[in-house]
């Protein structure tokens, strides 16, 4: 192989390492991110209370119900009224919890379509686009 050749070959290999160590990089920051995000999202409780107070409850990230506080007001209520008043708002709580996890998630889903697949690179290499489906469509879901 002549120098010319050899030459751009190690340059052409050179470009490519570039690429995929500022890839991995960016990857672990990333990561790093997402590990925030969870954190945040595993200590996260909303609390939603029924119209006229004398309903509370409080759910996490997933929306799942943690907490409820009845007033004696609400006990005053029918079971089908008070029934209804907790679902009304363990139902606002939780889609409040859905917004707030898609809001805390959508950073790390957008920053991901702007980042190169591997296989961008290196046409065998893994493809990662099932990594920023997973995040795009559940920001509430851990890997």
């Given at each position: 192989m002549?120098?010319?050749k050899r030459e751009g070959l190690c340059s052409a290999n050179n470009g490519l390492r570039k690429q995929v160590e500022q890839l991995?990089?960016?990857?672990?920051?990333?990561?790093?991110r997402l590990t925030e995000i969870h954190r945040q999202l595993d200590a996260l409780r909303l609390q939603t209370r029924s119209s006229d107070g004398s309903v509370e409850v409080t759910v996490d990230a997933n929306g799942v119900l943690t907490d409820l506080s009845l007033t004696p007001a609400a006990l005053r209520r029918t079971a089908d009224e008070l029934a209804?008043?907790?679902?009304?708002?363990?139902?606002?709580?939780?889609?409040?919890?859905r917004e707030h996890s898609e809001n805390a998630a959508a950073p790390v889903a957008a920053s991901l379509d702007d980042e190169p697949d591997l296989s961008d690179i290196m046409g065998e290499g893994p493809t990662l686009r099932d990594i920023r489906e997973f995040f795009r469509d559940t920001g509430t879901s851990t890997p």
């Open positions: 002549d120098r010319w991995i990089d960016s990857y672990e920051e990333q990561q790093d209804r008043m907790i679902v009304q708002a363990t139902q606002e709580a939780a889609r409040q919890a």
